[in-house]
Protein backbone atom coordinates (compact mmCIF):
# COMPACT_ATOMS: atom_id res chain seq x y z
CA UNK A 1 0.00 0.00 0.00
CA UNK A 2 1.21 3.32 -0.81
CA UNK A 3 3.08 5.38 2.07
CA UNK A 4 3.80 1.99 3.92
CA UNK A 5 7.46 0.54 4.09
CA UNK A 6 7.95 -2.23 2.10
CA UNK A 7 9.70 -4.54 5.05
CA UNK A 8 13.10 -6.32 3.41
CA UNK A 9 16.34 -5.97 4.07
CA UNK A 10 19.59 -6.75 2.63
CA UNK A 11 23.46 -6.78 3.30
CA UNK A 12 24.62 -7.51 0.25
CA UNK A 13 27.94 -5.77 -1.02
CA UNK A 14 29.26 -4.73 -4.22
CA UNK A 15 30.57 -8.55 -5.05
CA UNK A 16 27.40 -9.13 -7.29
CA UNK A 17 23.65 -8.37 -8.09
CA UNK A 18 23.01 -4.85 -8.04
CA UNK A 19 25.91 -4.19 -6.25
CA UNK A 20 28.09 -4.54 -8.62
CA UNK A 21 26.17 -2.24 -10.81
CA UNK A 22 27.59 0.53 -8.41
CA UNK A 23 31.14 -0.80 -9.73
CA UNK A 24 30.42 -0.60 -13.22
CA UNK A 25 29.38 2.98 -12.88
CA UNK A 26 32.44 3.72 -11.15
CA UNK A 27 34.70 2.11 -13.81
CA UNK A 28 32.36 4.78 -16.27
CA UNK A 29 33.18 7.43 -13.79
CA UNK A 30 36.98 6.17 -14.20
CA UNK A 31 36.99 6.38 -18.34
CA UNK A 32 35.02 10.10 -17.85
CA UNK A 33 37.34 11.47 -15.60
CA UNK A 34 40.35 10.49 -18.35
CA UNK A 35 39.34 11.80 -21.03
CA UNK A 36 40.59 14.98 -22.40
CA UNK A 37 37.32 16.34 -23.09
CA UNK A 38 35.44 15.51 -19.72
CA UNK A 39 32.32 16.30 -18.49
CA UNK A 40 32.54 15.39 -14.88
CA UNK A 41 36.04 14.28 -12.83
CA UNK A 42 36.07 11.41 -10.13
CA UNK A 43 39.55 10.88 -8.94
CA UNK A 44 38.50 8.37 -6.20
CA UNK A 45 36.58 6.19 -9.28
CA UNK A 46 39.35 3.64 -10.33
CA UNK A 47 40.54 3.06 -7.16
CA UNK A 48 36.71 1.44 -6.10
CA UNK A 49 37.82 -0.58 -9.37
CA UNK A 50 40.62 -1.85 -8.74
CA UNK A 51 39.95 -2.23 -5.00
CA UNK A 52 37.16 -5.21 -5.93
CA UNK A 53 38.27 -8.73 -7.38
CA UNK A 54 35.64 -8.84 -9.82
CA UNK A 55 36.42 -6.04 -11.73
CA UNK A 56 39.99 -5.39 -11.00
CA UNK A 57 40.55 -6.45 -14.61
CA UNK A 58 38.16 -3.49 -16.20
CA UNK A 59 39.31 -0.59 -18.25
CA UNK A 60 39.70 2.93 -16.31
CA UNK A 61 40.53 4.55 -19.10
CA UNK A 62 39.23 4.60 -22.57
CA UNK A 63 43.08 4.02 -23.75
CA UNK A 64 42.48 0.48 -22.35
CA UNK A 65 39.48 -0.89 -24.37
CA UNK A 66 41.21 -2.09 -27.78
CA UNK A 67 37.95 -0.55 -30.04
CA UNK A 68 38.13 2.47 -27.94
CA UNK A 69 34.77 4.61 -28.06
CA UNK A 70 32.94 2.13 -30.53
CA UNK A 71 32.50 -0.34 -27.74
CA UNK A 72 28.94 -0.02 -26.68
CA UNK A 73 29.91 -0.61 -22.95
CA UNK A 74 32.76 1.25 -22.64
CA UNK A 75 32.28 3.88 -24.83
CA UNK A 76 28.90 4.70 -25.51
CA UNK A 77 27.42 3.26 -22.03
CA UNK A 78 30.66 4.88 -20.08
CA UNK A 79 29.68 8.00 -21.51
CA UNK A 80 25.97 8.14 -21.32
CA UNK A 81 27.02 7.30 -17.19
CA UNK A 82 29.65 10.30 -17.84
CA UNK A 83 27.27 12.82 -18.70
CA UNK A 84 24.44 11.89 -15.92
CA UNK A 85 27.49 12.21 -12.98
CA UNK A 86 28.22 15.54 -14.62
CA UNK A 87 24.59 16.70 -15.01
CA UNK A 88 23.01 15.57 -11.56
CA UNK A 89 26.29 17.61 -10.07
CA UNK A 90 25.02 20.79 -11.81
CA UNK A 91 21.72 20.13 -9.78
CA UNK A 92 23.35 19.47 -6.82
CA UNK A 93 25.57 22.59 -6.51
CA UNK A 94 22.73 24.78 -8.27
CA UNK A 95 20.24 23.95 -5.16
CA UNK A 96 22.70 23.53 -2.29
CA UNK A 97 23.51 26.87 -3.48
CA UNK A 98 20.21 28.73 -3.11
CA UNK A 99 19.06 27.43 0.22
CA UNK A 100 19.29 23.49 0.41
CA UNK A 101 21.58 22.53 3.06
CA UNK A 102 20.82 18.91 3.36
CA UNK A 103 21.60 16.56 0.42
CA UNK A 104 20.51 12.91 0.90
CA UNK A 105 21.72 10.17 -2.29
CA UNK A 106 19.52 7.67 -2.44
CA UNK A 107 21.34 4.60 -3.16
CA UNK A 108 24.28 6.02 -3.07
CA UNK A 109 26.72 3.45 -3.82
CA UNK A 110 29.55 4.75 -4.48
CA UNK A 111 28.91 8.17 -5.02
CA UNK A 112 31.67 10.66 -3.92
CA UNK A 113 30.14 13.29 -4.32
CA UNK A 114 31.17 14.66 -0.23
CA UNK A 115 34.78 14.42 -1.49
CA UNK A 116 34.70 16.12 -4.80
CA UNK A 117 32.53 18.99 -5.44
CA UNK A 118 32.60 22.27 -4.07
CA UNK A 119 29.44 22.65 -1.83
CA UNK A 120 28.83 25.29 0.86
CA UNK A 121 30.55 24.61 4.17
CA UNK A 122 27.72 24.22 6.02
CA UNK A 123 26.10 20.99 3.74
CA UNK A 124 25.48 17.92 5.36
CA UNK A 125 25.05 14.88 2.81
CA UNK A 126 23.32 11.76 4.25
CA UNK A 127 24.76 8.55 2.27
CA UNK A 128 21.86 5.72 2.20
CA UNK A 129 22.75 2.57 0.86
CA UNK A 130 23.02 -1.16 1.81
CA UNK A 131 25.39 -1.60 4.49
CA UNK A 132 27.81 -3.96 2.75
CA UNK A 133 28.50 -1.15 -0.32
CA UNK A 134 29.24 2.05 2.40
CA UNK A 135 31.83 -0.05 4.37
CA UNK A 136 33.58 -1.16 0.99
CA UNK A 137 33.24 2.00 -0.17
CA UNK A 138 34.97 3.47 3.10
CA UNK A 139 37.23 1.12 2.94
CA UNK A 140 38.94 2.29 0.28
CA UNK A 141 38.53 5.64 1.01
CA UNK A 142 40.31 5.20 4.42
CA UNK A 143 42.85 3.35 2.89
CA UNK A 144 43.14 6.89 0.34
CA UNK A 145 43.49 9.02 3.20
CA UNK A 146 40.06 10.64 1.97
CA UNK A 147 38.37 13.50 3.95
CA UNK A 148 34.89 14.64 2.74
CA UNK A 149 34.93 18.20 1.85
CA UNK A 150 31.42 18.73 3.92
CA UNK A 151 30.01 16.57 6.89
CA UNK A 152 29.22 13.53 5.18
CA UNK A 153 26.76 10.66 7.04
CA UNK A 154 26.70 7.15 6.28
CA UNK A 155 23.46 5.66 6.99
CA UNK A 156 23.52 1.99 6.04
CA UNK A 157 19.94 1.11 5.34
CA UNK A 158 17.99 -1.04 2.48
CA UNK A 159 15.93 1.41 0.53
CA UNK A 160 13.41 -2.00 0.22
CA UNK A 161 13.43 -1.13 3.90
CA UNK A 162 12.02 1.53 5.97
CA UNK A 163 14.98 3.76 5.61
CA UNK A 164 12.80 6.97 6.62
CA UNK A 165 13.71 6.36 10.42
CA UNK A 166 17.37 5.72 9.54
CA UNK A 167 17.56 8.83 8.10
CA UNK A 168 15.84 10.79 11.01
CA UNK A 169 17.64 9.26 13.53
CA UNK A 170 21.29 10.08 11.83
CA UNK A 171 19.96 13.43 12.26
CA UNK A 172 18.37 15.24 9.32
CA UNK A 173 15.72 17.41 9.41
CA UNK A 174 12.89 17.26 7.52
CA UNK A 175 11.99 21.30 8.08
CA UNK A 176 15.11 22.46 6.36
CA UNK A 177 15.12 22.62 2.58
CA UNK A 178 16.47 19.65 1.06
CA UNK A 179 18.26 18.60 -2.35
CA UNK A 180 17.47 14.29 -3.06
CA UNK A 181 19.17 12.05 -5.70
CA UNK A 182 17.97 8.38 -7.00
CA UNK A 183 20.92 8.49 -9.25
CA UNK A 184 19.95 4.89 -10.98
CA UNK A 185 18.18 3.68 -8.98
CA UNK A 186 14.10 3.48 -9.16
CA UNK A 187 14.56 1.02 -11.90
CA UNK A 188 15.82 -1.85 -9.61
CA UNK A 189 13.53 -1.03 -6.71
CA UNK A 190 10.06 -2.84 -6.73
CA UNK A 191 7.04 -0.50 -7.94
CA UNK A 192 5.54 -0.18 -4.21
CA UNK A 193 9.35 0.66 -2.48
CA UNK A 194 9.03 3.56 -5.42
CA UNK A 195 5.65 4.24 -4.30
CA UNK A 196 6.81 4.58 -0.89
CA UNK A 197 9.89 6.49 -1.70
CA UNK A 198 8.61 9.41 -3.42
CA UNK A 199 5.97 9.78 -1.00
CA UNK A 200 8.28 10.05 1.88
CA UNK A 201 10.75 12.52 0.12
CA UNK A 202 7.01 14.45 -0.42
CA UNK A 203 6.71 14.35 3.47
CA UNK A 204 10.32 14.59 4.48
CA UNK A 205 10.61 18.05 2.09
CA UNK A 206 9.89 21.27 3.17
CA UNK A 207 9.05 24.43 0.55
CA UNK A 208 12.91 25.23 -1.65
CA UNK A 209 13.31 21.19 -1.99
CA UNK A 210 14.60 19.31 -5.17
CA UNK A 211 14.68 16.36 -5.99
CA UNK A 212 16.16 14.78 -9.30
CA UNK A 213 15.67 10.70 -10.22
CA UNK A 214 16.19 8.55 -12.96
CA UNK A 215 13.14 6.88 -14.89
CA UNK A 216 12.60 4.40 -17.35
CA UNK A 217 8.95 4.25 -19.27
CA UNK A 218 9.68 1.23 -21.58
CA UNK A 219 6.39 -0.94 -21.68
CA UNK A 220 8.26 -4.32 -22.31
CA UNK A 221 11.98 -3.74 -20.79
CA UNK A 222 12.63 -7.05 -22.60
CA UNK A 223 12.08 -5.56 -26.43
CA UNK A 224 15.75 -4.26 -25.84
CA UNK A 225 17.35 -7.04 -24.43
CA UNK A 226 19.35 -7.47 -27.61
CA UNK A 227 20.62 -4.36 -27.64
CA UNK A 228 23.99 -3.28 -28.45
CA UNK A 229 24.59 -1.72 -24.54
CA UNK A 230 22.85 -4.56 -22.80
CA UNK A 231 24.31 -7.73 -24.97
CA UNK A 232 27.89 -6.14 -24.22
CA UNK A 233 27.35 -5.37 -20.44
CA UNK A 234 26.19 -9.39 -20.56
CA UNK A 235 29.01 -10.55 -22.52
CA UNK A 236 31.58 -8.14 -21.23
CA UNK A 237 31.56 -8.40 -17.57
CA UNK A 238 28.66 -10.24 -16.68
CA UNK A 239 26.13 -8.14 -15.65
CA UNK A 240 22.63 -8.79 -17.07
CA UNK A 241 20.84 -4.98 -16.00
CA UNK A 242 17.46 -6.79 -17.19
CA UNK A 243 17.33 -9.73 -15.22
CA UNK A 244 18.26 -6.71 -12.36
CA UNK A 245 15.55 -4.64 -13.26
CA UNK A 246 12.16 -4.40 -11.50
CA UNK A 247 9.97 -5.84 -14.16
CA UNK A 248 6.48 -4.96 -12.60
CA UNK A 249 4.39 -2.60 -13.28
CA UNK A 250 5.87 1.08 -12.67
CA UNK A 251 4.26 4.10 -10.96
CA UNK A 252 4.12 7.85 -12.51
CA UNK A 253 6.53 9.53 -9.98
CA UNK A 254 6.62 12.55 -12.17
CA UNK A 255 2.94 12.63 -12.70
CA UNK A 256 2.66 11.92 -8.44
CA UNK A 257 4.70 14.76 -7.83
CA UNK A 258 3.28 16.89 -9.81
CA UNK A 259 -0.21 16.04 -7.82
CA UNK A 260 1.84 16.76 -4.83
CA UNK A 261 2.30 20.53 -5.80
CA UNK A 262 6.22 20.01 -7.34
CA UNK A 263 7.31 21.21 -10.32
CA UNK A 264 8.46 18.54 -12.46
CA UNK A 265 10.40 18.47 -15.76
CA UNK A 266 11.37 15.63 -17.84
CA UNK A 267 14.21 15.39 -19.85
CA UNK A 268 15.81 12.55 -22.70
CA UNK A 269 19.94 12.12 -21.69
CA UNK A 270 20.18 12.95 -25.45
CA UNK A 271 18.67 17.03 -24.60
CA UNK A 272 22.15 17.05 -22.88
CA UNK A 273 24.04 15.24 -25.02
CA UNK A 274 23.61 17.74 -27.38
CA UNK A 275 23.71 20.70 -24.91
CA UNK A 276 27.65 19.55 -24.01
CA UNK A 277 27.73 18.26 -27.04
CA UNK A 278 29.06 15.34 -25.64
CA UNK A 279 27.23 12.23 -24.83
CA UNK A 280 25.02 9.22 -26.59
CA UNK A 281 22.68 10.27 -29.03
CA UNK A 282 19.20 7.82 -30.55
CA UNK A 283 19.99 4.95 -32.44
CA UNK A 284 18.26 1.62 -33.60
CA UNK A 285 17.11 -0.69 -30.74
CA UNK A 286 18.45 1.43 -27.97
CA UNK A 287 18.38 0.43 -24.54
CA UNK A 288 18.79 4.50 -23.31
CA UNK A 289 15.95 5.32 -25.50
CA UNK A 290 13.02 4.85 -22.52
CA UNK A 291 15.19 6.58 -19.99
CA UNK A 292 14.15 9.89 -18.31
CA UNK A 293 15.87 12.13 -16.12
CA UNK A 294 13.21 13.87 -14.11
CA UNK A 295 13.90 17.39 -12.14
CA UNK A 296 11.14 18.26 -9.16
CA UNK A 297 11.30 21.33 -7.06
CA UNK A 298 8.94 22.02 -4.36
CA UNK A 299 7.89 25.23 -4.63
CA UNK A 300 8.06 28.03 -1.58
CA UNK A 301 5.34 29.15 0.20
Not at 61 to 88: C, K, S
Not at 250 to 256: H, K, L, V, Y
Amino acid sequence: MPGTAPQQTDTEGVDGGVGLTALLVAAARAIETHRHDSLAQDVYAEHFVHAAPACAHWPVRIEQVPDGDDNPLWGRFARYFGLRTRVLDDFLVQAAGTKARQVVLLGAGLDTRAFRLDLPSDVVVFEIDRAGVLAFKQQVLTGLSAAPKVERVPVPVDLRADWVIALTNAGFDPAAPSVWLAEGLLFYLPGPAETYLIDAVDRLSTAGSALAFEAKLEKDLLAYRDSAIYTATREQIGIDLLHLFDTGPRPDSAGDLTAKGWSTSMHTPFDFSRRHRRGPLPEPNDALEGNRWVFAHKPRS
